[in-house]
């Protein structure tokens, strides 16, 4: 367990929250009761976070909804589902993890997220956004059908609101009409403020005046009307308040609309669950209005309100500084495609609601009309860059590789199909640490190389990067990828200005005559260990950084497999990425005929759970000391060979 910074402060006296061993002891309690409960979930929520860091804000923004959803429905009968679930820390402590929530994203730990395997209270699992309507659907149906289910509740933030999936739910639960409760928790932010039309109309229905205030009024008037009458009704408030269509969009959609109402003042949120879940019959959406951070004056004032935090001193906010030797890779990447943007005007750039996350707010400050955060909405984003690239602009989509999952239709459809030069900055690539296995960016290689027409890079270091990126910009050819990891570089020099590789051509950084360590992407380092751990035994590697999975370097593969009696490849990427191609390859070309022995070192088939990435690739058999037994099983399988050098070194 991490230690905290000032173990002195950082235990809160939460004599109500003691008596809490699960949601059951809530029943008892009255609404002022609950509300200082609900103030000691929040002490014990900063506690927990300086400690371990994680994501503060949202889960501080959602203490009063997680104490009155759990007071007034009867979990985990009924399901409640966060959507990304970054904001579960309130609701873990409150379903009786509150002993283990300083374990919280660190190995063998609790998860940062809300995961079926790790109890009954957690329903459906969660990380990447807006998934929780059809989630919350999809049991509603399993209740009507007989399945022991009761109510299914999803909280859903103002951002995750903004994805396509969202709407597609929410579409489908209003033609469907069951009973279903959607809680908007709307503060107004994403991980960076939000962006969209669909923020400002929400803005608009929670902003004080006096139409709103009469729409409220009319509401209710309405809804204590019989059924024949509310129709006329509501067209008379339409003409009354004026407001666009009279309905909101949700109610538009099928469901009952309630709200806004405060997330923060627990009486009336109480009145308002309690009041939906003894009349509703249909799908009821349920608008809060909250802060981000809320009751941490830090986390409040932060300009991302305390979004992802390291551990702090809980009395001062003030967090705890990584070490850091290098720069980091996102950062490398954002100066250098200012700095190519600087030079060239149709570099535009395109985030999924991950400015800072992505280094494009590096871009931003100096070139803001050409970055385009596009919201929660990667699929929107990836076709929104091929339009761009038809135009004639040279648009780089940055998004973490396993967002990126989510737009692989577009990827293969908008922009591979039709051979646009969209130019993909896969950051988070490999292994993330503590955000565990659902960040993983684990298959993009296999899924980018699969297509054709395809150019996919992974850097061995920052300063391949900043040259991947000049690559990427010149590549007027077709869709180009590079990935590089989450993190800091490996310390080497940066070029003044990256220059333009040769498509398809690796190069060899250390020339052996036994084996050859073929890698690709920022495990070279590892690789270039393994080859110093396997020099000590006497045994002589060739280290090549393959730079492609696609096309790959194939003159550089023969000659690797024709000077040495054994290949391993290394990849940050799950089975069936560059090791599979390079097999695929040698196959073909019937370089496997004469007995060669190779390992393709990959991510395992299975899920790594979160841990430090160092720990994850240990658990993943992918340190310098799995590549060099590897290299030593292989060649003592493979074909003897006469050592025999002329390898290019570049
Ligand atoms: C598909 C996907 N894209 C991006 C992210 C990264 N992400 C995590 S939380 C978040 C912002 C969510 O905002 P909101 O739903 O309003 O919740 P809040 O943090 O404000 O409570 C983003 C962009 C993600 N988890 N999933
Ligand atoms: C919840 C979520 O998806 C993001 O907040 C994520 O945790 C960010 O990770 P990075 O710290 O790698 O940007
Ligand atoms: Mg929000």
Redesign the pocket.
Known sequence: MTEPLRPELSRPSTPMLDRVAGPADLKGLGDAALRRLADEVRAEVISVVSETGGHLG?SL?VVELTVAIHAVFNTPLDKLIF??G??CYPHKILTGRRDRMRTLRQGGGLSGFTKRSESEFDPFGA????TSISAALGFAVGRDMGQPVGDTIAVI????IT?GMAYEALNHAGHLGKRLFVIL?D?D???APPVGAMSRYLAGLHAPGPLVALKAAAEGFEAALPGPLRDGARRARQLVTGLPGGATLFEELGFSYIGPVDGHDMPALLATLRAARARATGPVLIHAVTV?GKGYAPAENAADKG?GVNKFDPVSGVQAKAKSNAPSYTGVFGNALTDEAGRDPRIVAVT???PSGTGLDIMAKRFASRVFDVG?A?QHGVTFAAGMAAAGLRPFCAIYST?LQ?GYDQIVHDVALQGLPVRFAIDRAGLVGADGATHAGAFDIGFLSALPGFTVMAAGDEAELVHMVATAVAHDQGPIAFRFPRGEGVGVDLPARGVPLEIGRGRVLREGTDVALLSFGAHLHEALRAADILAEEGISATVADARFAKPLDTALIAQLVRHHAALVTVEQGAMGGFGAMVLQWLAGAGLLDGGLAIRTLTLPDRFIEQASPAAMYADAGLTAEDIAAQARTALARGRIMPRRGGLRVV
Do not use: Y
Request: net charge negative.
């Open positions: 949202s923004g959507d990304v970054h904001q990380a990447h956004s807006s933030g103002d951002g995750a994805a928790n503060n932010m994403s991980i981000k979004h999924a609601a991950m929660i990667e967002f989510r």
